[in-house]
């Protein structure tokens, strides 16, 4: 027994050098991307609330779960590179649990940073720095409610966004992903919010958030599942258009008409989140 507490800790530290290799490696792919959402954010808080509300400060999730998503679900497929990844002697899992942490807790800290800054007018105590701003801080009637779909609206979207591309089977799916992951997040949204008024009347996020989150978990679970018996996409040349191309674009153009109709029905709902 004694003999073999070394051989397990071998197998412990091999196992947390692979983790740590691949996080850091999706961090080193992705690093150009994420630190310049980071300058995006800074100017957004510096800068923003100057010229508009600061209320679009919350809206920057939104912003990196739409680029975030496919890019790191698909990343293998928009590269071309499928193939060769397939053949590492890392497990798949392994692989699509570390672009997630990396991806999805990158999402995650810009929510919740944009939170923070909202709830503690951090534009207003940066811009003090320099001049007497005296922007007012901006006050939130059902903090809980908004704040919970900040977090998890952009979640779901970066969900579908992740799930779908990494999926795909062609490069152009995959960066389309984030199409249909903006689709399906806003009829999650729009259909637990007409169960909240004919429930209680009102908008409380007893049903939207619960559900945004539940279906972010199964989206991510059933393409887990479908990733680990994905046969390699070999297609690394250039965007073609699909086969049926026509169906294609009558699918894109339904996507938009949605996307259009319920965030028509969220702006003009807005307030009623405040």
Same mark, same amino acid.
């Given at each position: 027994?004694? $003999? @073999?507490?070394?051989?397990?800790?071998?197998?412990?530290?091999?196992?947390?050098?692979?983790?740590?290799?691949?996080?850091?490696?999706?961090?080193?792919?992705? *690093?150009?991307?994420?630190?310049?959402?980071? %300058?995006?954010?800074?100017?957004?808080?510096?800068? #923003?609330?100057?010229?508009?509300?600061?209320?679009?400060?919350?809206?920057?999730?939104?912003?990196?779960?739409?680029? /975030?998503?496919?890019?790191?679900?698909?990343?293998?497929?928009?590269?071309?590179?499928? @193939?060769?990844?397939?053949?590492?002697?890392?497990?798949?899992?392994?692989?699509?649990?570390?672009?997630?942490?990396? $991806?999805?807790?990158?999402?995650?800290?810009?929510?919740?940073?944009? /939170?923070?800054?909202? @709830? $503690?007018?951090?534009?207003? /105590?940066?811009?003090?720095?320099?001049?007497?701003?005296?922007?007012?801080?901006?006050?939130?009637?059902?903090?809980?409610?908004?704040?919970?779909? %900040?977090? %998890?609206?952009?979640?779901?979207?970066?969900?579908?966004?992740?799930?779908?591309?990494?999926?795909?089977?062609?490069?152009?799916?995959?960066?389309?992903?984030?199409?249909?992951?903006? #689709?399906? +997040?806003?009829?999650?949204?729009?259909?637990?919010?007409?169960?909240?008024?004919?429930?209680?009347?009102?908008?409380?996020?007893?049903? *939207? /958030?619960?559900?945004?989150?539940?279906? *972010?978990?199964?989206?991510?679970?059933?393409?887990?599942?479908?990733?680990?018996?994905?046969?390699?996409?070999?297609? *690394?040349?250039?965007?073609?258009?699909?086969?049926?191309?026509?169906?294609?674009?009558?699918?894109?153009?339904?996507?938009?008409? $949605?996307? +259009?109709?319920?965030?028509?029905?969220?702006?003009?709902?807005?307030?009623?989140?405040?």
């Amino acid at each position: 027994m004694v $003999g @073999e507490e070394p051989e397990e800790l071998g197998r412990v530290v091999s196992r947390w050098a692979w983790w740590r290799a691949l996080i850091w490696g999706e961090w080193f792919a992705h *690093s150009r991307m994420l630190l310049g959402f980071l %300058v995006g954010w800074l100017a957004m808080v510096w800068l #923003l609330p100057l010229v508009a509300h600061p209320l679009w400060i919350l809206g920057y999730g939104f912003l990196v779960a739409v680029i /975030v998503g496919p890019s790191f679900g698909g990343a293998d497929v928009i590269d071309g590179c499928e @193939e060769f990844s397939f053949s590492w002697p890392v497990p798949r899992m392994q692989r699509f649990v570390a672009r997630l942490i990396v $991806g999805g807790g990158t999402l995650m800290a810009f929510s919740v940073m944009g /939170v923070l800054a909202l @709830e $503690g007018n951090l534009s207003d /105590v940066l811009l003090r720095v320099f001049v007497t701003s005296g922007l007012p801080a901006v006050q939130i009637g059902q903090p809980v409610l908004l704040y919970g779909l %900040v977090l %998890v609206l952009p979640f779901n979207v970066f969900a579908f966004g992740f799930g779908l591309s990494a999926m795909a089977r062609s490069r152009s799916f995959a960066l389309m992903s984030w199409l249909w992951g903006v #689709l399906g +997040a806003l009829i999650v949204l729009r259909g637990t919010v007409q169960l909240e008024e004919m429930r209680f009347d009102r908008l409380n996020g007893y049903f *939207s /958030v619960p559900a945004l989150a539940l279906v *972010s978990g199964l989206v991510l679970w059933v393409a887990s599942s479908f990733y680990g018996r994905k046969e390699a996409c070999t297609d *690394s040349g250039p965007l073609r258009m699909p086969t049926g191309w026509w169906m294609a674009m009558m699918a894109v153009a339904a996507a938009v008409a $949605g996307i +259009a109709l319920l965030g028509l029905w969220f702006a003009n709902n807005f307030s009623r989140l405040l």
